[in-house]
Nanobody
Framework: QVQLVESGGGLVQAGGSLKLSCAAS????????MAWYRQAPGKQRELVAD???????NYADSVKGRFTISRDNAKNTVYLQMNTLKPEDTGVYYC?????????WGQGTQVTVSS
């Protein structure tokens, strides 16, 4: 069993920054894709960014140039640096990690950007 613990969410003014972390623990032999998703009220969950074990990165068009995803394999952790935040970035952010072929989800962390 693998557990994911997210941290770093909060309330920030537009133009501000936040850094999210998601640490995986448990029986981890190999971690593949790591990703961040978000879900705004009344909307479907959407992919924000992902990074493969080989370091290939993909961003949603809405966050390109503002968000940076990274991973620390030694710490089994994925990060999301969010800069120049906008009110439309508000939502619950979830990390997703594939471990030994199984997709695990974090509990979610709230990000609120005030205008």
């Amino acid at each position: 069993q693998v557990q994911l613990v997210e941290s770093g969410g909060g309330l920030v003014q537009a133009g501000g920054s936040l850094k999210l972390s998601c640490a995986a623990s448990g029986r981890i032999l190999s971690m593949n894709r790591m990703a961040w998703y978000r879900q705004a009220p009344g909307k479907q969950r959407e992919l924000v960014a992902d990074i493969t074990s080989g370091g290939r990165i993909n961003y949603a068009d809405s966050v390109k140039g503002r968000f940076t995803i990274s991973r620390d394999n030694a710490k089994n952790t994925v990060y999301l640096q969010m800069n120049t935040l906008k009110p439309e970035d508000t939502g619950v952010y979830y990390c997703s990690v594939i471990v030994q072929g199984i997709n695990y989800w974090g509990q979610g962390t709230q990000v609120t950007v005030s205008s």
